[in-house]
């Protein structure tokens, strides 16, 4: 049998094998499509694109798993497969196939069945740290469709797939054929991190990569609580080096720009690979930050043969980064620890990176959900900001008031009204109004994953004025970023290069919500602290001082600007008794992309968020 008709027989009992599972499965007319947010139907947003929301894409442009009536669970149209197969060969008498459209079936190989991110490979003599593109790190804005390039990356030039051996990917949305298309899936092995609740729906799966041996499936817990595999995550091998990438993205083409109706964000960083000799398992390169990257991979089930081969690349660029993360379910001190995780995780590594302050801050975040806030919670991530690991509003919460003296309860209510003070002050939430989603070049059809509930901004304790209308400054563009700015209030950045720095950045998929950050509450039968999480989540901390070395031309001139009364644009809040400085946010603009207008538009009585239900 020629390859040619190789391929189309694999072809043929691949499409086979999916349209067994594809007869009632197409989608009513009211019937939910895709869930995009780290939601829950108990406090937290609850996003839904249905036939009435999901995005409408130009003709010209490629279509998304929104637009495909019939198609297999990974995204795969197989209807469609079928008919264009049949097509070939009633055609391949009288003239060549045309190009394939559907991703192509990769011939078995021995490799396929463990894939290792430390497969063997020649390293090419000539190589040097610092000929790797992303030796430092970087953080670029996703490419747009009709904008101007500045500072911006694709796909395609993040995957390189002339050079990928292996690609391990995380994602909660996923367009799976428009995804092979910028993969060499003959040559590259992939392993696929996606949500998956029940065992029918691992085994459809299963079933759509069957013929794809170089293809493997990984599925989180999403036992009691865990409502969402929400995050984004690329490992990405190559014959030199490794690259860690943390986008804010889904693996969708409207992420990342293809519709020019959406955007995001993405940190990655290179790790060339080391000699032989020292990849071992107790290899002195790994960091705070491999070591939370690997605890999160075997929280995640990922096969042990990645996990291991981790050691074989150099993390010593990433010494003063911190992955942090959100692992889904009950974290105990017994289990995955609560304090390794969720908002605790968070604290933990400000206090690694030397970022704890007493300070009062400055928060900027951006998110494209938000959950059932109020002031409890959003005090658990400022202090957490602040370098606390999740004591301080727990000990409030479950210290029973008998065996509290009257020294240690006043202290605890100044320490509350300290931080409830600083938040109102200093905390502030972007997310898109109602005007500003009509007036995108996508319009509503198109804000289906930005989530908020109109219940949770009617509630009474929901902080409004904390909200700010989020606009893109690439006029027209909707966000899907998850971004925070914290900068101390009297902290001049500009010297920020220096040791004392506090302020810093996360780039991730968390959204400002509980389910996405966990809530810290004490076990019933232990007694003992529990970080309850909904969502899984990754991001990266990055301080001001490494953004700085890590911009191109970095230095003392690119971050001047200082925290300081007056130094920058005012806004006052409609009360006029609170002002927003984003001079912070001027000084962060030099070093990595702020992308939303600042400072944003405080929500007035006549002004409405966006919302996607109810």
């Known amino acids: 049998m020629s390859l040619s008709e190789q391929e189309e027989e694999d072809m043929r009992r691949a499409i086979a094998l999916s349209l067994q599972h594809e007869s009632g499965n197409q989608p009513k007319k009211d019937e939910v499509i895709v869930v995009d947010s780290d939601s829950s139907t108990t406090d937290d947003e609850v996003p839904c694109v249905t036939a009435a929301t999901q995005p409408k894409l130009p003709e010209t442009e490629t279509k998304t798993a929104f637009d495909k009536p019939m198609m297999g669970i990974l995204g795969l149209d197989r209807k469609a497969m079928e008919q264009e197969r049949l097509a070939r060969k ?11 459209k559907t991703p192509k079936l990769a011939e078995p190989s021995s490799s396929a069945s463990t894939p290792q991110i430390d497969a063997p490979t020649k390293i090419l003599p000539s190589f040097h740290f610092s000929k790797l593109p992303h030796a430092k790190g970087a953080v670029k804005k996703t490419w747009a469709l009709g904008h101007p390039r500045d500072n911006d990356i694709k796909l395609e030039e993040i995957l390189q797939k002339e050079d990928l051996n292996l690609a391990v990917l995380s994602s909660f949305q996923w367009d799976v054929e428009w995804l092979l ?84 964000t993405v940190f990655l960083i290179d790790l060339p690979r080391l000699p032989p000799k020292t990849t071992t398992s107790a290899s002195p390169t790994i960091t705070n930050f491999g070591e939370d990257l690997i605890h999160f991979l075997e929280a995640m089930g990922l096969e042990r043969s990645i996990i291991d081969s981790m050691h074989h690349f150099d993390f010593s660029a990433t010494k003063d980064l911190a992955f ?12 995955p620890s609560w304090r390794r995780t969720g908002y605790c995780g968070l604290g933990r590594a400000i206090s690694q990176l030397g970022l704890a302050t007493e300070d009062a801050l400055n928060i900027d975040y951006i998110t494209s959900s938000v959950g059932s806030l109020n002031t409890e919670f959003l005090s658990t991530l400022y202090l957490a900001a602040q370098g606390d690991e999740g004591t301080a509003v727990y000990r409030w919460r479950t210290t029973p008031a008998s065996k509290l ?42 804000g289906g994953t930005i989530c ?163």
């Open 324 to 335: 942090v993360h959100t692992i889904g379910g009950a974290n105990t001190s017994d289990g």
């Open 90 to 100: 009633r055609k391949a008498s009288i003239s060549p196939p045309p190009a394939r």
């Open 181 to 264: 298309r910028k993969i060499k899936t003959n040559t590259t092995q992939m392993v696929f991190i996606m949500q998956a609740d029940t065992e029918e729906i691992r085994t459809k799966y299963r079933n759509d990569t069957a013929r794809m041996p170089n293809v493997r499936l990984c599925f989180p817990s999403m036992e009691g609580q865990v409502n969402c595999m929400h995050s984004k995550l690329m490992l990405l091998s190559y014959p030199t080096h490794l690259r860690v990438v943390v986008p804010t993205a889904n693996l969708v083409s409207y992420d990342w720009g293809e519709t020019g109706i959406m955007e995001n």
């Open 405 to 446: 003296s009257k020294l240690v309860d006043r202290n605890m209510q100044v320490a509350q009204q300290n931080a409830q003070k600083q938040i109102a002050m200093g905390f502030r939430i972007y997310f898109p109004s109602l005007e500003t989603v009509r007036a995108s070049t996508g319009g509503p059809h198109n």
């Open 452 to 614: 908020f509930q109109s219940k949770w901004w009617n509630s009474a304790t929901f902080p409004r004025d904390l909200l700010r209308d989020c606009k893109s400054r690439r006029e027209g563009m909707l966000m899907h970023n998850k971004i925070i700015y914290v900068y101390p209030t009297s902290q001049p950045l500009a010297s920020s290069h220096t040791s004392t720095s506090k302020s810093w950045s996360y780039i991730g998929s968390a959204n400002c919500s509980e389910s996405a950050w966990g809530r810290l509450v004490k076990d019933r039968q232990t007694k003992q602290p529990k970080l309850n999480c909904r969502n899984w989540e990754c991001g990266v901390v990055i301080p001001f001082r490494r953004a700085a070395a890590m911009a191109d031309g970095g230095d003392d001139e690119r971050t001047d600007g200082t925290v300081g009364e007056g130094s920058d644009k005012e806004q006052s809040d409609k009360d006029g008794k609170a002002k927003a400085k984003s001079c912070g946010l001027k000084a962060f603009e030099k070093v990595m992309p702020v992308p939303m207008v600042y400072p944003g538009k405080v929500y007035g009585d006549g002004d409405r968020p966006w919302f996607n239900a109810g």
